[in-house]
């Protein structure tokens, strides 16, 4: 029976199922970080539990650390209470790395776990954040899971799950220059809706994922979440395999080829059915810039915020309705006439070196607009710092008047200093563009890493593909 | 955790889509390394006129008179009315944890954001998924009903309306099971702690770099 490669890394993972289908999934990889840990380890302590397979772990802190001035640590208290009880737990459970705050592999936890050859083909990934699918661009099984769950997959190194229905996302196409994996995601949740993959497993496959990088397959899978998947994945093929070979934690020598010889299998098969296919043709992209405060509510950068009234659906429309008082714009205005406050380009949707990269030729030798307020690029982790500057990226960024930091999840959700004040306008490469997310009263539009640049340059929304010719 | 069997609560509608954990508890709160405390940031941007931050005494925070949950009329609800994709977005569990500790037991809405729902049965909050007709219906009648109250009973998966109509409701069994005794799931899991053993020591073999 021809299978999809959901079913495979499936069935390959049940330890044990129940009558009504719910099963236990074997758990290869969990990654920790310092926000959704503490209650699980202490759950554990409290239940007198060890880890089952501490070896498993791969730990960081990334969402409260402070990303300028780290020798003077981190100044909120709360914060650093938060930092120091994963140091703690770590210290005391055990882990098969740990990348602390200020280590030189410290980073977001979604760029660590593949720069690292933590995450690989075939496995079950889980981390307490939803963004894990972003895993699933390795050919893994990776679900962001809840708090109870991080203590259980401690506890038991296993998962317990439904089955998803599965779902193709065929986008085939070259894609113009000045568009990107970011763009492809974007058009995608603004076609499905951010709820249009609740129950499914995504892959995405087709011409334009083949072509893709595994930076752009990472930046795709990132936001499966955003579209209501639980997990987003993509076949291997020579790009998966490139990416791996020789990362720390890859196997090598006889390893290597037997693994290979498996990854290898960890495709669709021929003529295997999915419940779902969505088909997006790629060639005819533009950039795309979000209007409103959910991932589905986006437009493209020539295009203009829709009318609320021309919606005949009244919850939806009350949604735009609110969603448009809270992002201070009017119906109809044209995209390229909305003045930006802030740039922050970063996250674990865009802050790989392929990212930064992009966004560096569009900015070389141009400055920041005057009206910007603050550019900010936090690199994904210090590995992709160290390598921007090796590359000369950070001169380039620097020059031009942006601020290049040290590695966090930063303003993408603003829980340490770096976030926007109520009322201000970024124009950000990270996920969510959610009310409050990186700022109480903060206004987010999302776009790509080279949309970021240009916006930071014009102080406006402006069509990177007119720069790139 | 707390066992779910029957409910007889008073009704809170919250008439939005899409609502998002991060509005259901901010990010400042995420902070916190204990599993209690939430209820009173619960939907802390839409709930009070000033910026929260954890620490503040919310007793003496102004609150949002046009917010639904400070109305008189909804004290001590029980039981949440939303609309589609509620609990959209990120993974924390902080969001159940904020409305259970404020008092929510049930949530019934269309259609809820997969982690967030898994979420909800692990901390003995019972996320109900009912047909748009009947979910328009039922908001409709909370609004025009002061007290308006719903009989929840899981073992026989049912929402008893006071005007006698009952509604059936789907869940999964092995949830169904777990939630109606109160049972941890890790000390479900361990009973096959032999069948993990096994499963894992396969694995060892055939795949010697997933344990390097
Ligand atoms: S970068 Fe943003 S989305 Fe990614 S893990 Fe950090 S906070 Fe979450």
């Known amino acids: 029976m021809s299978q999809t490669l959901y079913e495979k890394l499936w069935n390959s993972h049940v330890v044990h199922q ?87 592999r410290q980073g977001i936890v979604h760029v660590i776990g593949p720069e690292n050859g933590a995450t690989l083909p075939g496995m079950t990934v889980v981390c307490g954040d939803s963004h894990t699918s972003t895993h699933g661009a390795f050919a893994c099984l990776a679900h962001g899971i809840g708090t109870s769950e991080v203590e259980h997959v401690l506890a ?7 089955k998803s229905k599965t779902m193709l996302v065929k986008v085939d196409g070259e894609l113009a220059r000045g568009v990107s994996a970011k763009d492809v995601v974007l058009a995608i949740i603004g076609r499905i809706g951010t709820a249009g993959g609740t129950g499914y497993a995504i892959e995405f496959g087709g011409s334009t994922i ?10 795709v899978c990132n936001m499966a979440i955003e579209a209501g998947a639980r997990a987003g994945m993509v076949a291997v093929d020579d790009i998966t395999l490139d990416y791996v070979k020789g990362r720390a934690f890859a196997p090598s020598g006889a390893d290597w080829d037997k693994a290979v010889a498996y990854w290898r299998t960890l495709v ?16 005819k992209l533009k950039p795309q810039v979000t209007w409103g405060t959910s991932p589905e509510m986006v437009t493209t950068v020539d295009g203009e915020v829709p009318d609320p009234a021309l919606e005949s659906n009244l919850v939806r429309r009350e949604g735009m309705e609110r969603a448009l008082a809270y992002m201070d714009l009017k119906p109809k205005t044209s995209m390229k006439a909305i ?30 607009a005057p009206t910007i307020r603050q550019a900010l690029v936090v690199p994904g982790s210090g590995l992709v710092k160290a390598q921007a500057e090796r590359e000369g990226l950070d001169r380039i960024f620097l020059d031009a008047g942006f601020e290049w930091r040290e590695p966090g999840c930063s303003m993408c959700l603003a829980m340490n200093a770096d976030r926007l004040e109520p009322g201000e306008r970024c124009a950000s490469t990270s996920n969510r563009n959610f009310e409050g997310r990186q700022g109480a009263g903060g206004r987010t539009h999302l776009v ?11 102080g406006y929304f402006s069509d990177v593909r007119d720069w790139l010719r | 955790m707390q066992a779910f069997t029957q409910l007889d609560g008073l009704v809170a509608p919250l008439d939005r889509a899409n609502v998002d954990t991060d509005a259901i508890i901010p990010k400042q709160f995420l902070k916190s390394i204990k599993r209690a405390g939430f209820g009173p940031n619960l939907f802390d941007e839409w709930r009070y006129l000033d910026h929260g931050e954890p620490g503040m005494d919310n007793a003496k925070r102004p609150l949002n008179p046009a917010f639904v949950l400070n109305a008189p009329r909804y004290r001590g609800a029980e039981i949440l009315l939303t609309r589609e994709n509620f609990g959209c977005g990120s993974s924390r569990e902080h ?23 898994n979420n909800c049965f692990k901390n003995g909050v019972l996320p109900i998924r009912l047909p748009q007709s009947e979910v328009d219906a039922l908001f409709a009648q909370v609004a025009a ?40 799931d890790i000390g479900l899991t361990l009973r096959h702690a032999d069948k993990i053993r096994a499963f894992e020591d396969k694995r060892r073999v055939e795949q010697p770099w997933l344990f390097a």
Request: glycine share 6%; charged share 25%.
């Open chain 1, 210 to 219: 083949r072509a893709m990088s595994m930076e752009g397959r990472m930046t």
């Open chain 2, 95 to 117: 969001a159940p944890w904020a409305l259970e500790d404020y008092g929510f037991r049930a949530l019934i809405g269309t259609t809820f954001a997969d982690i967030f729902f």
């Open chain 1, 268 to 283: 669709s098969d021929e003529g295997a059915q999915f419940d779902t296919v969505v088909e997006l043709d790629a060639s």
């Open chain 1, 339 to 368: 003045k930006l406050d802030r740039v922050f380009i970063g996250s674990c949707t865009n802050s790989r070196i392929e990212d930064l990269r992009a966004a560096a030729e569009v900015v070389k030798g141009k400055k920041v």
């Open chain 1, 156 to 162: 038991t190194q296993c998962l317990l799950q439904k």
């Open chain 1, 448 to 458: 790509s890493p080279q949309m970021a640049a240009a916006a930071a340059i014009t």
């Open chain 1, 18 to 104: 129940e009558e009504d289908g719910t099963a236990l999934i074997y758990i290869d990889r969990h990654l920790v970080h310092e926000v959704t840990s503490p209650q699980a380890f202490e759950g554990l302590k409290l239940a007198g539990r060890r880890p089952w397979r501490i070896g498993s772990v791969v730990a960081t802190a990334d969402h409260n650390t402070p990303t300028n001035n780290w020798d003077q640590g981190i100044a909120d208290p709360v914060s650093r209470l938060q930092v120091e009880t994963l140091d703690a737990n770590i210290k005391a459970f055990g882990a098969k790395v740990y990348f602390p705050f200020r280590d030189a």
């Open chain 2, 145 to 184: 009903n002061e007290g308006y109250r719903l009989k929840i009973d899981l073992d026989a998966q049912t929402v008893a309306r006071p005007d006698g109509k009952v509604l059936k409701f789907e869940v999964d069994a092995f949830r169904k099971y777990c939630l109606l005794n109160g049972f941890d």
